[in-house]
């Protein structure tokens, strides 16, 4: 069953402005967690950031964070400031946190900056 | 630092050819896995394996076999390719802990003609 949903295929933004990236997700464990990954056209997969369902706080990595609203499940990526150098893919996925260390990514969301 | 090494990264095949991709990872994570990317689809789990000695079906496992040789090694098995199998396959592992983050190979470019 499809667990992690991105419904934009494609955004836009301004560069020095700030974007939301949406990332919805269905689950009924209570342990769980959420990474965003960017893909540049090069190929490579970077890691950005991780929210644990327990965790307390919003995550934030320089730049990058993750709204994490878990009564909506949702676990969207903010990037303030865009640079030229986030035109890329994003990826939202989920971590299935029993012992089977399962993830699942969404198909992807794709961002370009605008100068 | 090595991280994630998968081989080989290009490879084209005749429909029908088997081949292996091999993946090793030398940071002593207990998770790994196998993923293939296709336009639009984003990355499809096709096994994962939680430890030494396990592995489990993902999202797309036909037509794929796949062995968890050691803790370090986990490789993806075409028994018969086809051309739907075209595709860029990424492995990766995971430790439960060790930052929350999944290292991914560089990526294999296959093409099944």
């Known amino acids: 069953a499809q667990k992690i949903t991105q419904t934009q295929p494609g955004m836009f933004v301004q560069e020095k402005e700030a974007v939301t990236l949406d990332c919805t997700y269905d689950?009924?464990?209570?342990?769980?967690?959420l990474f965003w990954y960017k893909q540049p056209s090069s190929g490579e997969m970077i890691f950005l950031i991780y929210?644990?369902?327990?965790?307390?706080q919003n995550a934030t990595e320089g730049r990058y964070s993750l709204n994490f609203q878990k009564a909506r499940k949702s676990a969207n990526l903010v990037i303030s400031a865009s640079q030229l150098g986030d035109s890329a893919m994003y990826f939202c996925?989920?971590?299935?946190?029993?012992?089977?260390?399962?993830?699942?990514f969404g198909i992807g969301t794709k961002l370009q900056v605008i100068p | 630092n090595a991280g994630v090494t998968q081989t080989p990264k290009f490879q084209v095949l005749k429909t029908g050819q088997s081949m292996t991709l091999q993946c090793a990872q030398d940071?002593?994570?207990?998770?790994m896995y196998w993923y293939r990317q296709d336009p639009g689809m984003g990355l499809r789990l096709i096994y994962y394996?939680?430890?030494?000695?396990?592995?489990d079906k993902g999202e797309v496992p036909n037509g794929y076999n796949v062995s968890r040789l050691n803790k370090r090694e986990f490789s993806l098995r075409l028994e018969s390719a086809a051309p739907s199998q075209t595709s860029v396959y990424f492995c990766?592992?995971?430790?439960?802990?060790?930052?929350?983050?999944?290292?991914f190979g560089e990526g294999s470019w296959l093409t099944v003609v």
């Open positions: 689950t009924s464990d209570p342990s769980y967690g």
């Open positions: 990766a592992s995971s430790e439960r802990g060790s930052g929350n983050t999944i290292y």
């Open positions: 929210q644990g369902s327990y965790d307390q």
């Open positions: 394996s939680a430890s030494e000695g396990t592995t």
């Open positions: 940071m002593n994570h207990n998770s």
């Open positions: 996925a989920f971590l299935d946190s029993g012992g089977y260390q399962k993830v699942t």
